[in-house]
């Protein structure tokens, strides 16, 4: 209660940054259309809480199952009479509004433990604003919860540099090894902590707290790798490294061509960052830096290696590359722009109150824009082009399937229903799958028409085919009974995308 009353401003504050975050992720979570990868990982949820000799399904694909071990109790949460919601899509969107807190959490922690809690308060309400972290924390991705593991790691290695302590490793240890249990990428922190040495007073660094450092940091490492072995005990283990081609690029394959994939890299970076972090984020984040290198701020270098280091790292070497793949390099990019804004107050004392309103005007317009039409109107969002073609025009963008399995269920009164989708793996056929999970109605993976396999099924049951194309399907033998349009694409070299539900007929 002490505390309270003696940061009792701080506290109403932080109270409103917390109403604020969740202001802006828990309306409408559903509004926006189902990414591929969200069906994927919430079919896999799903199947994995029915069948528990499959609880390591992720495996199958190169994937990492803490995301999904965790989403399976929410499907028990929102099925509930009193909860009053009964989706999938919104269940596991909620998960990644929960890492997203998390992460909220460890950037006020972290920005207090190496700044103050003025630069801890800005941080937070940044990350609660700015459009990179509003957009993926509504989204059932991995993403999110490595950001949370990724920067309570970083507070705990902190902390370790100030006091070398067993019980701390051990917990970063741990914070590292469910980092890599969500998505292994995560394996990047591994290499980064002990770059994190810069942080400590090499001048009062003696021999004996350097070999304690060191000591802890094998613990943490040693905790981490043990925790990620446990995947061991799943039978397609060996699939984690073998899939790591297909996303990153090896020595050998960059030897000659350094700088390719990094410059087409570099250039999505700063495509995406000014429309993302928005340029008022920016340029108190390129401030707040450069302040930190001048004064020589040695514990908030670490911040600046550990947002720098696998950013670098994953422009260098991955194959894909989209936004998401950085977001657990956004927090402590976050706090170095909550630092800017501190250190820019500070340069103007007598006008504080009146700088503090201009700063807050400077910061809040485009973020707020941009989630106001994330809540009302998805289709609207003005994300970047490629990120837009995948999360609300292509084909890897769901419309309707909630209603197309409303539907089918309501036919199912009627007789066997059997329906056909177009494609085996991904927003079809699981983002229908998620929504019929226990309705008994088989769904069938077939091509980009009517398979063989389909249309015998239509004379022992209701037969209905769902297209997942760009241009509306011309099917012999089959009415359309509804479609749901997708986003309207900026580039008009590209068609509008469409989701059609047709019935096969006999």
Not at 255 to 275: E, T, V
Not at 483 to 488: I, R
């Amino acid at each position: 209660m002490n505390f309270i009353r003696k940061h009792k401003l701080e506290f109403v504050l932080g109270l409103l940054i917390v109403i604020l975050y969740f202001f802006l992720r828990l309306p409408n979570l559903t509004l926006q259309p189902i990414f591929a990868d969200e069906a994927i990982y919430i079919r896999w949820a799903q199947v994995m809480k029915s069948e528990p000799t499959l609880r390591f399904l992720p495996l199958t694909d190169g994937k990492a199952p803490l995301f999904m071990w965790i989403m399976m109790p929410m499907f028990k949460i929102f099925d509930s009479d009193l909860i009053g919601v009964d989706d999938p899509l919104f269940a596991g969107r909620f998960l990644s509004v929960l890492s997203g807190f998390a992460t909220l959490a460890g950037v006020f922690a972290l920005s207090w433990k190496v700044f103050n809690i003025r630069v801890a308060l800005w941080s937070a309400l940044i990350y609660a604003i700015v459009p990179y972290t509003v957009f993926f924390d509504r989204m059932a991705l991995v993403d999110s919860m490595l950001a949370a593991f990724t920067i309570w790691a970083i507070f705990f290695s902190v902390w370790l540099l100030k006091s070398q302590r067993l019980d701390l490793s051990m917990i970063l240890g741990f914070l590292l090894g469910g980092a890599m249990l969500t998505k292994t990428p995560a394996i990047v922190n591994l290499i980064v902590l002990p770059l994190s040495l810069i942080g400590s007073s090499f001048n009062k660094l003696n021999k004996n707290k350097l070999l304690k450092l060191f000591g802890c940091w094998v613990l943490a490492i040693f905790i981490a790798i043990v925790v990620y072995n446990l995947l061991r005990l799943g039978p397609e283990f060996h699939k984690l490294s073998a899939r790591n081609a297909d996303y990153m690029f090896s020595l050998s394959e960059l030897s000659g061509r350094p700088l390719d994939p990094f410059i087409p890299h570099l250039r999505d970076i700063m495509d995406w960052f000014p429309k993302l972090l928005t340029l008022p984020v920016l340029v108190f984040m390129g401030y707040g830096i450069w302040v930190m290198v001048m004064k020589k701020n040695r514990l908030g270098m670490v911040i600046v290696i550990w947002a720098v280091v696998p950013l670098l790292a994953q422009t260098a070497f991955l194959r894909t590359f989209t936004a998401r793949y950085l977001l657990f390099s956004i927090p402590p990019l976050l706090i170095l722009a909550g630092f800017g804004v501190e250190k820019v107050l500070e340069l103007i004392k007598g006008i504080k109150n009146i700088l503090i309103i201009i700063i807050i005007i400077s910061i809040l317009p485009l973020p707020l824009y941009f989630d106001y039409l994330l809540l009302t109107n998805s289709a609207e969002v003005p994300l970047p082009r490629a990120e837009r073609r995948g999360y609300l025009e292509d084909w890897t963008a769901g419309y309707g399937f909630k209603e197309i399995a409303q539907f089918l269920i309501e036919k199912k009164k009627n007789g066997p229903v059997l329906v056909g989708t177009e494609g085996y793996f991904g927003t079809l056929p699981d983002g229908l799958q998620i929504y019929l999970d226990k309705s008994g109605i088989p769904v069938i993976g077939a091509q980009a028409t009517i398979s063989a396999k389909i249309r015998d099924a239509v004379n022992a049951n209701q037969t209905y085919f769902v297209s997942n194309g760009t241009i509306p399907h011309i099917l012999e033998r089959a009415e359309k009974i509804m479609e749901f349009p997708k986003a309207k694409p900026y580039d008009t070299r590209y068609p509008q995308g469409i989701i059609i539900l047709y019935r096969v007929l006999p």
